[in-house]
């Protein structure tokens, strides 16, 4: 019989603030880091750029948020954002 893997539950604050605000409307990742900004959240969330389209990455690959074509909002109609 193999060995039973347990993977240990992570915690990532990150994560479920862009879920969060995701809930409230698609976002561009850029507009995330603002909206979390302008919220005061970076005083409990270790908000960094790469740290954000990483915690991205992995919430779509794990099905948990899909791209969409475009925000359609701002001066780039085209640029990509999550919902």
């Known amino acids: 019989m193999p060995p039973i893997i347990i993977r240990p539950k992570r915690s990532n604050p990150l994560a479920l ?5 995701l809930f409230e409307r698609p976002m561009h990742p850029y507009e995330m880091a603002a909206t979390l900004k302008e919220r005061h959240k970076e005083d409990s969330i270790k908000l960094r750029y790469g740290s954000l389209y990483t915690v991205i990455d992995i919430l779509v690959r ?6 969409a074509k475009h925000c359609g909002t701002g001066a780039d ?4 954002c999550m919902s």
């Open 62 to 67: 794990e099905g948990h948020i899909t791209l």
């Open 77 to 80: 109609l085209s640029a990509p």
């Open 17 to 21: 603030a862009v879920l969060a605000l």
